[in-house]
């Protein structure tokens, strides 16, 4: 019971952080007041409520409110195996790794669902062109966390943590986290990896949603920003393993610490053409993340 | 109550606007861009004032009307040196030499606490075009696919360019008020997947007119970074005081760490020895010159340049062209008798 108010607070701080996060860091790169983006999240918020949720013509009334339903749910669940203290975990089974694998697969068909449902050409474009740039992304993810659990010996991500205690995995295995962090910019469709709601579609997934769906939408990618930054910071960052602060704050601190990286790549770094990218996807990335593999394998037989 | 208490917190954002540019008004929109108080957004489902700068080209009419029906509720239209349409009884009415802030504001705060009405739909709620009643399920086209059954075509497979395989191919227009095209640019493409197969002008660009070159080399760059998914470096673009070394100077730097150059494929669009990624470094390095001269391109058509691309590439090349060159680069054709207008944002 503990474990699951923990997640659900988390989310729900994550989602804030996460939205005034982007707002200081869009005011700052942009040139405008930064005091102001503090509390302009609420601001946007009340705004979105506050208006019309425009629905297209003939669209597909379930999976439109399915589709943003499910990736808050998706979130929920990757972040139920995470561990707040030894044993403390929603879901504290032997293949954690391999539910969140399960819940990084679905958000593909939670964001073409996305795409789909608006019934309007964008954002079913949108949605194709995600689904062929999430799933070699979803590759790269399997054999890097697959190298992360190699230390472990085991599928659970308390095992992972706990194979941390000596060094932490993003030093024992460096191409690890800043492969997996491509995931996460992939799977919460941002800046460098944002192929799904991109400018150049008009909001591509979302360019038809308005008011309260749009915000629903917003809130459950930042919903998985939270999500997916636990994760890295529990599998390569050593997670709850801290001195002095308590292991619910340490694992705090270093989503946080995550979020904030991934909210800088965003607003710093291009996107290239989705063509250009999927070839560096499979012809660079992969085979990095077989090297990740292969790097991690012979460091777990010293 | 509850209501009131949001209300009152959602009139301290800024406030979302849609701009519809007219012709020589490129100027007066980016100074309104660079107002902190006014977020001019890519979408009009995002918007709840849409702001019709300058008089719109007579044939960008009918646009105009679907583009403010897609706005949702409540929503207002602000006319920035025209007339407002008849059917616009409501609007509101700014002088070309006046800001429009200060009113948009108020008229802002009125609609989200519903002391301002809402402005109706300025088009009957009725397909556009008649129901034709054609093929074995009367959508108009072959089996279950084809056809214009409302004057919307639908997918149809057809060879694709690349190998020959036939896949879905659906054509619609897009512009003349699309966010990630120059202003009055409208072209109606034939997509299979995100691969444009063929493309034809239906509105050419607006000229933007004598005196507009910073302010359209700002816009245009600032486009480009839209679409490179570099949202705060474009806004920061559009609002960079031109005059200002120094803050140019930042901005091209900040524009160079961020890879845009770089992101851009090698040869992409070329035309007269120069692809889209040339034009791009160019158009950076010649931010704040105002004799800077553009491309001027010996010839060519952007029509010419579009098929084989995928969407986002296609965006880039078009965009990578000053205004001007942009004129002439894709002059006005002439219309095939059955023209068709789709999603015409």
Not at chain 1, 30 to 36: C, D, M, N, S, T
Not at chain 2, 134 to 161: I, N, S, V, W
Request: glycine fraction near 10%; proline fraction near 7%; include cysteine.
């Amino acid at each position: 019971m503990t474990a699951l108010i923990a997640v659900l607070l988390l989310l729900a701080a994550g989602i804030w952080f996460g939205a005034t996060a982007d707002a200081v860091a869009e005011a700052a790169v942009a040139g405008h007041p930064v005091r102001a983006a503090l509390t302009s999240p609420f601001r946007r918020a009340a705004l979105m409520l506050s208006r019309q949720a425009i629905a297209t013509e003939h669209p597909d009334r379930l999976n439109r409110l399915l589709a943003p339903a499910c990736y808050l749910v998706l979130a929920a669940a990757g972040l139920s195996v995470i561990p707040f203290a030894p044993g403390m975990a929603v879901t504290d089974i032997a293949t954690g790794l391999v539910l969140w694998g399960a819940c990084e697969a679905l958000v593909v068909v939670v964001v073409f669902l996305n795409g789909w449902s608006a019934n309007a050409p964008l954002p079913l474009i949108g949605g194709y062109r995600y689904v062929a740039i999430g799933l070699p992304a979803m590759l790269i993810s399997m054999f890097v966390l697959i190298g992360a659990a190699l230390p472990a010996q085991s599928l659970g991500v308390g095992a992972v943590v706990e194979s941390q205690r000596v060094l932490i995995n993003a030093v024992r295995q460096p191409l690890g986290l800043p492969l997996f962090l491509l995931l996460g910019l992939s799977i919460t469709l941002r800046g460098p990896f944002d192929y799904g709601d991109s400018a150049d579609l008009a909001g591509g997934t979302h360019a038809e949603a308005s008011g309260a769906h749009r915000l629903l939408w917003r809130a459950a990618k930042l919903a998985m920003l939270t999500a997916f930054s636990a994760m890295a910071a529990t599998v390569f960052l050593g997670g709850y393993l801290g001195t002095v602060l308590p292991g619910p704050a340490w694992l705090v601190l270093k989503t946080a610490l995550v979020m904030l990286v991934l909210v800088a790549i965003t607003h710093l770094v291009a996107r290239v053409p989705p063509a250009r990218m999927l070839t560096w996807l499979w012809t660079v990335l992969l085979p990095l993340s077989f090297v990740d593999l292969v790097w991690a394998g012979l460091e777990a037989m010293r | 109550m509850a209501m009131k208490a949001l209300a009152r917190i959602a009139m301290r954002a800024p406030i979302p606007v849609f701009v519809a540019t007219g012709r020589g008004w490129l100027g007066p929109c980016r100074k309104l861009a660079a107002s902190a108080d006014i977020a001019v957004v890519a979408n009009i489902r995002q918007a709840a004032i849409l702001i019709v700068a300058g008089e719109p080209r007579d044939e960008d009419r009918d646009a105009l009307r679907r583009l403010h029906d897609q706005m949702p509720h409540p929503r207002a239209t602000a006319w920035w040196g025209t007339r407002p349409f008849a059917e616009a009884d409501s609007a509101l009415e700014v002088s070309a030499t006046d800001d429009p802030g200060p009113l948009l504001r108020r008229a802002f705060a009125a609609l989200l606490a519903r002391v301002r009405e809402s402005e109706p739909d300025w088009l009957p709620d009725d397909p556009p075009n008649p129901w034709r009643g054609e093929g074995d399920h009367g959508q108009g086209g072959k089996g279950m696919m084809g056809g214009t059954p409302y004057g919307r075509p639908m997918a149809m497979t057809a060879d694709d360019l690349r190998d020959g395989l036939a896949l879905d191919s659906f054509s619609f227009t897009v512009g003349p008020f699309y966010p990630s095209l120059p202003p009055g640019l409208a072209l109606e493409l034939v997509l299979q997947g995100d691969i444009i197969q063929s493309a034809r002008i239906v509105r050419p660009p607006l000229d933007p007119g004598k005196g507009a070159a910073d302010a359209c080399r700002s816009m245009i760059v600032g486009r480009m970074l839209h679409l490179l998914e570099l949202d705060a470096l474009a806004r920061r673009c559009e609002a960079v005081p031109v005059d200002d070394r120094d803050a140019v100077a930042a901005l091209r730097r900040r524009i160079g760490a961020s890879g845009a150059m770089r992101a851009i494929p090698d040869g992409l669009g070329r035309i007269a020895g120069a692809d889209a990624r040339t034009r791009f470094t160019r158009m950076v390095a010649a931010l704040g010159d105002a004799e800077a001269s553009s491309f001027a391109g010996p010839g060519g058509r952007l029509v010419d340049l579009l098929p084989g691309l995928e969407w986002s590439e296609a965006m880039l090349v078009i965009n990578s062209f000053s205004h001007r060159d942009l004129v002439a680069l894709a002059p006005r054709e002439v219309e095939p008798e059955e023209h068709r207008e789709g999603h015409g944002t």
